[in-house]
Structures are given as C-alpha cells and as structure tokens.
C-alpha cells in the first residue's frame, strides 16, 4: 500500500511557492485541465526530470515548475520548432535552471502588483484561455 506524500515526509501545511503564494485558494475552472495542472504544496519547484520516461508523467509536475522549463527552451527566431518561434535571446536560460526561476518569480511580482491578485490563479486563468476547445479540434 502506497503511502501518501504527507505520511513519508513532514511537509508544512503553510508551503507556499516561491515563499509567497499559496495554491489553496487557486481554483481551476476548466474540468478537462484539472488532472494535469499540479498544484500540490511543494518546497522547490525541481523534480529533476523523474517524470521523463512515464506516459502522462508531466501531470505530476507542479504547473510552475513547467513555466520555469518552458523558459528555458531556446533556438532560432527565424523558424518554427512545434508551432512556436523559439526566443533566441533567451540563450542565457538554457540548461540555468535556477537563473529561469528568478526570472518566473520577478514575473510573478510583476504581476501581483499590476493586478493584485495571487499570480498563480493568473497563471491558471491564462492556461485555460489557451487550451483547445472541443469544438475546434480536429479529427
């Protein structure tokens, strides 16, 4: 029988990410997203790449930590690579996995100030504004 995180490890029910914002109040709307946005209190937003080799194994990474891996992609600007032109400027981030979360938490404070609101929901709201609706995807 498979013990929960919170049996094995002390984790402190006050765990916010980046020290700041907590995820208890973030709620997220769209039914089809809820089992692979991962909101779970963690300490540091870093597994390491242990979800690689599962099928759906990114659905257990917390949704900042894929922010701050999606930050790190680089390559030409000139050219799409999966339907996105790759920032070239951002060479610096590549393989900086620590200088790409400062770069995600001064966003984050960016963002609390000009909304005034948990940054994190504005994380979630944006994400399911992007995610495909069931009528236009294609068979």
Do not use: C
């Not at 490890?9 to 709307?29: A, E, M, Q, R």
């Not at 242990?50 to 050219?79: C, W």
């Amino acid at each position: 029988m498979a013990k929960s995180l919170q049996e094995r490890f002390f984790i402190p029910k006050d765990l916010k990410v980046f020290g700041k914002w907590s995820t208890d109040d973030v709620v997220v709307n769209d039914p089809s997203l809820k089992p692979y946005i991962n909101l779970e209190p963690r300490l540091l937003p870093h597994t390491h790449g242990r979800h690689a080799k599962k099928p759906f194994g990114k659905a257990n990474v917390h949704i900042v930590e894929r922010l701050i891996n999606k930050v790190m992609r680089s390559g030409a600007s000139s050219y799409k690579v999966a339907g996105h032109f790759m920032r070239r400027e951002h060479r610096s981030l590549m393989s900086k996995k620590m200088k790409a979360y400062e770069v995600v938490k001064e966003a984050f404070e960016i963002i609390e100030k000009r909304t005034k609101q948990n940054p994190i929901q504005v994380l979630i709201r944006a994400i399911e504004n992007a995610a495909p609706r069931e009528d236009t995807t294609t068979v």
